[in-house]
């Protein structure tokens, strides 16, 4: 069985750490342990300083299942706590892959989607979510690539790396589809309710629905590691049970008691998230104007991240093709400035830029790379 290498946090590791401006990450504004106890009440404070690191629950504790319930609105019993959306993905694609199945994923999409089923022998079918189509899905060819031995259609709102959402509608359609057909629908939602243009409503909603969510990107707190599906499907339920046992039995007591606080203070934790994201991103709207001759970009409708591409045609005269933007990304580096090249995501051309990680930090990050743009585009006139 292989895993085909993880270019995406090969890249990141590289480099994330000691990088002046990183405008690769994908979460928000980040948050110290100390910060989330003090958002807490002196019971839950003594709670996490005197509680015991034993085992918790394999289907999550039970205070924490029950603050997640209340945030999606949907039963307790629809809650499995698992170790990060990663695990909830892990656990979905070996339930899928059966002899002669098929899943069907986004292109570009989280590299996750694609590498497990792939290592599992799944066929992976992929729909594209392209600049042409203004990165939205075309709800029409996702249904033409199902066949009756379709396991699982996976849908991202907000999308990791362009940023694009899907409607309310397109998602009703889509989970009418696939209920009729006994096709699982996936939703990951990871960056949920992060807006810029019209929020969606989760689809947890849904009753055929299977929602996996995080709290690593819309509440930007990722070292608790703490992840959850929704499932109103009792079968497919003591399925995840089942395989969370298996794969890491429980989460760990320290990040669930954290997870709790941080969701009954939501509106605390993700206001300052779309805060930021939204002042960050007025600012890379003015950013990307200013840079229109050699950048272009859709802005993302919700989440953290936009996927620009490299403007092909000419520079001073000079031509040059704008195909792969590793180089550029590579070029950044040297001046301090990390993006992720589109490569990490099967598209060259583009590249993903982070905006809310950078926090109060990204008008200097924006001037630094303003100044490595122009230094680029001067060396493509006389290359
Ligand atoms: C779209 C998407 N889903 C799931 C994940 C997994 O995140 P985590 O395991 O931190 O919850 C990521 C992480 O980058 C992601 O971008």
């Not at 046992?245 to 760990?252: H, K, L, Q």
Request: glycine share 6%.
């Amino acid at each position: 069985m292989q895993l085909k290498p993880f270019l995406l946090d090969a890249w990141l590791d590289q480099y994330e750490h000691h990088i002046d401006f990183d405008l690769a990450a994908s979460t928000g504004p980040k948050w110290t342990v100390n910060d989330i106890l003090a958002l807490a009440d002196d019971e839950t404070r003594h709670r996490f300083l005197h509680h015991k690191l034993v085992y918790s629950r394999p289907a999550g504790a039970d205070s924490l299942r029950e603050a997640i319930a209340e945030m999606q609105e949907v039963p307790v019993d629809s809650v499995q706590v698992v170790t990060g959306a990663s695990e909830a993905l892990v656990a979905l694609m070996w339930l899928a892959a059966e002899p002669g199945a098929n899943v069907i994923i986004p292109l570009p999409g989280f590299t996750t989607f694609s590498a497990l089923p792939e290592s599992l022998g799944l066929e992976t079918r992929f729909y594209r979510v392209s600049r042409e189509n203004g990165f939205r899905i075309d709800p029409d060819e996702i249904k033409r690539l199902a066949d009756s031995n379709t396991k699982l259609i996976l849908v991202n709102s907000p999308h990791n790396p362009t940023g694009a959402t899907i409607s309310n509608s397109e998602m009703e359609a889509l989970h009418d589809f696939t209920a009729a057909r006994g096709i699982q629908l996936v939703s990951d939602e990871v960056y949920h309710p992060i807006y810029h243009g019209k929020s969606t409503k989760s689809a947890a909603r849904l009753p055929h629905a299977t929602v996996i969510a995080d709290l690593s990107k819309a509440f930007s707190i990722p070292g608790v590691r703490t992840g959850w599906m929704i499932e109103h499907d009792p079968q497919r339920r003591q399925q995840y049970w089942n395989a969370r046992a298996y794969f890491s039995i429980s989460n760990t007591t320290t990040g669930e008691i954290l997870s709790e606080i941080a969701i009954r203070k939501r509106d605390v934790v993700l206001g300052k998230a779309q805060e930021t994201a939204t002042r960050n991103l007025k600012l890379l709207e003015r950013f990307m104007a200013e840079h229109r001759d050699i950048l272009g970009w859709i802005p993302p409708q919700g989440g953290m991240t936009a996927f620009p591409w490299l403007i092909a045609g000419e520079i001073a005269g000079e031509r040059f093709s704008g195909e792969n933007a590793r180089p550029f990304c590579q070029a950044a580096t040297e001046h301090g400035i990390l993006l992720a090249p589109g490569d990490c995501f099967d598209v060259p051309s583009h590249f993903r830029l982070g905006f809310a990680a950078s926090a109060e930090n990204f008008p200097k990050a924006l001037d630094r790379f303003a100044t490595f743009v122009k230094t680029w585009s001067r060396k493509m006139v006389t290359v």
